[in-house]
């Protein structure tokens, strides 16, 4: 290829937006006529490859936006460590069909027994799958909730909220919510309620739930639409935390 050939390829594929071909197109080209490649595959190479980068950038700005504190997998998660934890059904939510279905997961347990893990892994999992995630703390989603009451956009932001594929939402119950709080809460989740998913993490089982909230009513209409369609976990093991302080089993 002449060296005018190559300047005016480089610039269509810079006007194109082709910046993998264009990383490449030279290497795989000389590849190419080493092993005789016909011109339909060496084109079909460098597609192959623009697509492969695409994704990738694609998927790394999903995870990116979703706002993950951490990066967890489900692989290094230890279920022999919480040997109570229905290893095989949590798993089988990495099909994300509870997503499409438009169900709801929660975990139930202590600080430190990894529901945050699970959530986080799983919300990696539906990013890679190109869903649209957010995870959020609920002290944050309510702080939210309550800034948008200043300049009248709760009900914008509830629908920007209501159009994520997946919402995890972590940590409801380590600090109670005021009777504004909850109103705001439950508007979101009778929004979402079989509409879009959430992931939900506490520390708190069901029945205790009105002190989060303060209000039995209020606690009854969020659990009532969020477990209905739900994948509910209870993981009553050690903290992860101390794993490394227990003392070792006879």
């Known amino acids: 290829m002449s060296t005018d050939q190559t300047v005016r390829l480089q610039s269509i594929l ?7 071909t264009l990383a490449i197109f030279e290497e795989e080209a000389q590849k190419a006529a080493k ?9 079909a190479k460098l597609m192959e490859e623009e697509i492969l980068y695409k994704t990738d950038r694609s998927i790394n700005r999903k995870i990116q936006v979703a706002k993950f504190p951490r990066m967890k997998t489900l692989e290094d998660f230890d279920f022999g460590f919480q040997s109570g934890l229905n ?3 949590v798993i089988e939510l990495s099909n ?3 997503i499409d279905q438009k169900e709801n997961v929660i975990f139930v347990g202590p600080p430190g027994v990894g529901k945050s893990h699970l959530a986080i892994a799983l919300g990696v999992k539906a990013c890679i799958a190109r869903y649209r995630v957010l995870f959020i703390s609920a002290k944050d989603l309510i702080r939210d909730l309550y800034a948008s009451l200043v300049d009248q956009s709760t009900a914008e932001k509830i ?23 909850a109103n705001l809460f439950f508007q979101l989740i009778s929004r979402r309620y079989e509409c879009g998913s959430i992931i939900l993490t506490t520390n708190m089982p069901f029945d205790q739930w009105d002190k989060i909230f303060g209000d039995q009513v209020i606690s009854a209409a969020i659990i009532d639409r969020l477990a209905h369609h739900c994948h509910i976990f209870s993981i009553n093991g050690c903290s992860y935390r101390m794993k490394d302080k227990l003392p070792p089993e006879n």
């Open 87 to 89: 290893s095989k059904e």
């Open 96 to 98: 994300l069909r509870f």
């Open 14 to 20: 810079k006007e194109l937006h082709l910046n993998q």
């Open 35 to 43: 092993t005789k490649m016909s011109y339909i595959g060496y084109l």
């Open 159 to 181: 629908e920007a909220l209501s159009r994520l594929h997946l919402l995890i939402i972590d940590e409801l119950g380590y600090m109670p919510v005021d009777t504004e709080g």
